[in-house]
């Protein structure tokens, strides 16, 4: 315990020392009640855009203020290795400080990442498949190069620069309840627990983990960081097999709760917050609102809440599959399918009838050969953008009238 009141105090005092240094380099970003989730979950929702700071994220926080003193010791240079926001932070903090950089990204990475990366300034090499692939390269060339590897979470002056947004949060509200943080390494929230647990005792600190990398909530059980299988997820930033010790500690003796989010929950979160927020959120950033809208946080009727809207830099495909799905869960669009006889001039009938009822075809699907269908006839599937239920529900009955038998995708 002792230890962690250490820690604790250690990034807490850096933490006061960060925010001098980063501000000039930073956005204060907006933290704005957001009626729509204060409407749905019941408590005054407010949010911490972060999606909207320098480089996309967060995590811009932590590498300026380990950058600026990994500078003042004099060193030749910075590698590091992430597949994500700590690769774009770090690029941009050492391009502030005009130092060399070189980041390690996993062959997998998506080219746009690997673009803005690139874009900052700093060389960037691709190694393995994985992350631990990236970095046991990146940490030879640390070694051989004589450049300062920095860590993405389990490092102290990392955490204190995360810890940045709390003293913000703190200067921007007065009556905060409680705050929801996503984990990936504990960086954020380790930063976040250091401030406020200190100047708020009582503010609640809740972390949300994608339910397919559950490493800190396990780890929490268990009494002692486990390693965790882990499969991919629309929060990407969030997926780390392994927490730091640092955050470990700090998070393990401080959390309030730990919920984890399913990759639904994440994927329509993201749609309601571009629809309703207007705002572009990536899977990690989004998972606070995912925890919240799942009612898996007790207590929060009429508190206010604020949630970390941690980053913003979604791959554009998956943004798409993201916008489709919610359209689909949101009834604005809607499939129907059916097996209409195989003869000349029926698909014009399908379209004609959909076009009648003001439905728009976003997609379709014609197939005869499939063991399924049955002889001579055809399978149709048309995926419709669709004015109300009640129009797609005429369509339906319109297509029967006509001998099409259709129905409507549940
Ligand atoms: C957008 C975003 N949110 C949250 C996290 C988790 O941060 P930490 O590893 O400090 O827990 C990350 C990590 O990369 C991230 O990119």
Redesign the pocket.
Known sequence: MADVDRLMREVHSKSKIALKIIRDYIHITPLDVSTTFSKITGCKVYLKYENLQKTG???VRGALFKTHNLYNEGVKGIVTASA???AQGVAFASRVFGLRSIIVMPVTTPISKIEATIGYGAEVLLHGNIFDEAESLALSIATERNYAYIH??NDIDVIAG?ATIAWELLEQMENIDVVVV????????SGIISVLKVIKPGIKIIGVEPSVAPKMKKSIEMNKIVQTDVKPSLAD??I?KKVGEI?FKIISNNIDEIVTVDEDEIAYSMYLLLERAKTLV?G??ASTVAALLSGKIRDIKNKNVVAII??G?ADLTSIYRVIIRGLLKHGRMVKIYGYVPDMPGILSRVTEVIAKHRCNIVDIKHERFHEKIPPLHTYIEVLLEIPSREAVNNVVNDLRKNGLEFYINA
């Open positions: 994220s967060f995590k994500g926001n700590h993405p979470f995360q996503p984990i990936g390494g504990g960086g954020l929230a930033g969030l780390v955050t990536e990690a950033g941690s980053g830099n």
